[in-house]
């Protein structure tokens, strides 16, 4: 069955630090692959998607991700962290061929001053 | 218009209540979605709608019953509810129930079950 892992429940960055957020799924066929973000009291909003085009994926806000198949990881990237950036990031798959979405568990992202 | 809305944004029901949620887009999206999310947990899909039909029910109990009156609006119908399903429901839409359309998630409804 497909899943999708998130390395860190948290991550602490200095503002205007790198944020690196990881995220590894795991099928032997690459699925459809998106990061999402939570702030709080809301809803998901899309960052980005994978869909099967460039491997490098750029998104809102900043924040690119680079899919590697023989690593199979789709980890996201935001060379300066703001303070508006502090909230939950999920990762997600969708399997080639299937019409769930699944969640990772999520990283919490704190941005220190 | 990219705004999926969710009513009301809080609820507090009892055990024998029955209640209903609100979700409505008008962003001419032919699939819409439910989902519940614990505290500190990620989202876990109950229920997909394609084209107003029910395609996918993750085995939800049927004290959750979804409805789905037209394109544009999806309820979730609440009645014997137990403490544990006190938590955030969000709704989501997409172009078409094909992945990877993009999800729009609407803001949620804090439900807490005394």
């Known amino acids: 069955a497909q899943s999708v892992t998130q390395l860190g429940s948290h991550v602490s960055v200095s503002e205007g630090a790198l944020v690196l957020l990881r995220c590894n799924y795991s099928?032997?066929?690459?699925?459809?692959l998106f990061w999402y973000v939570q702030y709080p009291n809301q809803g998901l909003q899309l960052l980005l998607k994978?869909?099967?085009?460039?491997?490098l994926v750029k998104g809102i806000n900043g924040f690119e991700a680079e899919f590697k198949k023989s690593e199979t990881s789709f980890h996201l990237t935001k060379p300066s962290a703001h303070m508006s950036d502090a909230a939950e990031y999920f990762c997600a798959v969708t399997p080639r061929g299937g019409f769930k979405t699944i969640f990772g568990a999520g990283t919490r992202l704190f941005v220190k001053a | 218009d990219t705004e999926v809305t969710q009513t009301p944004k809080h609820l507090v029901m009892g055990m024998t209540n029955k209640k209903s949620l609100k979700c409505e887009q008008h962003m001419g999206h032919r699939a819409m979605y439910w989902y519940k999310q614990k505290a500190k947990k990620p989202p876990e899909l109950m229920f997909v709608y394609s084209y107003e039909k029910l395609s996918i029910n993750e085995s939800v109990p049927s004290r959750f019953s979804p409805e789905c009156p037209n394109s544009s609006l999806l309820n979730l119908h609440l009645h014997a509810l137990q403490p544990e399903d006190s938590a955030l429901y969000l709704c989501?839409?997409?172009?078409?129930?094909?992945?990877?359309?993009?999800?729009?998630f609407g803001p949620g409804t804090r439900l807490t079950v005394l």
């Open positions: 989501a839409s997409s172009q078409g129930a094909l992945p990877p359309d993009t999800q729009y």
């Open positions: 099928s032997s066929v690459p699925p459809y």
């Open positions: 994978y869909t099967s085009a460039a491997t």
